[in-house]
């Protein structure tokens, strides 16, 4: 048996006692412990040696499997403690409960022995993967602030780095969970029922995580790169109608997706002082988030002169945001609690430092039901 499989402990959770028999004889080469009621599960997993992983029944009677998982991920001690639902229910709806309830994979009735194991030895991988990274990472942190204060007189912009990559990490840490639960809850969705037609939506969700983990790890990192100043920057004369059209270009598919027209007709402004790339990545966040908010399917853009500057207007439908919230709008995080899916409100962040190396202007007003993001750039 492979090492990270030795000596670990399975909680066997069902009220049906052939069932806990067939399950003793599938798992006799790990360690058990049985409970025939959600109310034991509970307080042998909070109990003084928790199980490895919990392989938790749907339907018992008083306290069934999801409120059961919904209280275990709800304890501090128990919250990272891997599930494995044990249910004959095949609908689609109570599959997705129970993975909203907290459970990683679900096993259907009666028991195909190899899948069993192999669904247990998985979750088990991935567990003792996961607490490998874990202590990994705090032994990167170790050494980093060991590093750090050897170096602290020599290098004064060490905290001001140092500070960066935490607040990467914190990035990264905070916003890859939730699309990498999809991606693994849907694998074993496509891994096992790829041909039934009526599962082919999940293909979406996978689809989905993906991208969102994409766009935000480039996100992320070319933040970490303005706030460590780590990108050159080149100020010189930019088209900006031309840098309008390549952010068009780059949310046409996400426009098309969401159904968003946008309404643009190309001006004839004068050239603008900045970097191209920058300038272009500000615009192309702005358009991303408007069509990704607006409530009516709908999003403007114009651009106009007004004294020695050239004005990128980009205006959607939404929620009205209070004069609180938009004072921390462009912070990472700044507007996560509103948001439906709990995007990180990173774009505006980006947005925002591309405005200040570029000697740009940053202005957002939100009245009656309408998003206005307002760039101001110099005239050439």
């Not at 409960?97 to 192999?118: I, M, N, R």
């Not at 990035?171 to 849907?186: C, F, M, Q, V, W």
């Not at 098309?256 to 007709?265: D, M």
Request: charged letters at 30%; hydrophobic letters at 35%.
């Amino acid at each position: 048996m492979e090492e990270y499989l030795q000596n670990k402990t399975l909680l066997l959770v069902d009220d049906t006692p052939e069932n806990i028999d067939v399950l003793n004889g599938m798992l006799g080469n790990f360690k058990r412990k049985i409970a025939t009621n959600g109310e034991r599960a509970i307080k042998i997993a909070t109990g003084p040696t928790p199980p490895d992983l919990i392989l938790l029944d749907i339907m018992m009677p008083g306290m069934d499997g999801y409120e059961v998982a919904t209280r275990l991920r709800a304890n501090e001690s128990t919250k990272d403690i891997p599930i494995i639902f044990l249910t004959a229910k095949t609908a689609k709806e109570d599959i997705v409960k129970g993975f909203e309830a907290g459970g990683q994979d679900y096993v259907t009735k009666p028991f195909d022995p190899s899948e069993l194991l192999e669904r247990v030895k998985t979750q088990l991988k991935l567990h003792h993967q996961q607490k490998m990274l874990e202590n990994m990472n705090e032994v990167l942190e170790q050494k980093v602030q060991e590093r750090t204060a050897q170096l602290e007189d020599a290098f004064g912009k060490l905290k001001v780095l140092d500070e960066a990559k935490s607040n990467f990490l914190k990035l990264i840490s905070h916003e890859i969970r939730t699309p990498l639960n999809g991606i693994i809850g849907s694998t074993y969705f496509l891994e096992d029922m790829i041909e039934d037609p009526d599962l082919k939506e999940f293909m979406e969700i996978l689809k989905e995580s993906v991208e969102r983990l994409e766009r935000f790890a480039i996100n992320a990192l070319f933040l970490t790169q303005l706030d460590t100043k780590r990108m050159e920057i080149h100020q010189k004369s930019v088209d900006l109608e031309r840098i309008l059209e390549k952010a068009l270009e780059e949310n046409k598919k996400f426009s098309e997706e969401k159904e968003t027209h946008i309404q643009y007709e190309p001006g004839t402004s004068s050239p603008v002082i900045g970097d191209g790339q920058l300038i272009q990545k500000a615009v192309s966040e702005v358009l991303n988030n408007a069509i990704k908010f607006t409530k009516d399917e709908k999003v403007a853009i114009e651009t106009y002169e007004e004294k020695d500057k050239v004005v990128v207007k980009i205006t959607n439908s939404g929620d009205d945001i209070t004069d609180e919230k938009l004072q921390n709008i462009t912070e990472a995080f700044g507007l996560a609690d509103q948001h439906m899916d709990k995007s990180s409100g990173m774009g505006l962040a980006i947005v925002n430092a591309c405005q200040n190396l570029v000697n740009g202007e940053l202005a957002i007003e939100s009245k009656n039901g309408t998003i206005t993001v307002m760039l101001n750039y110099r005239k050439n």
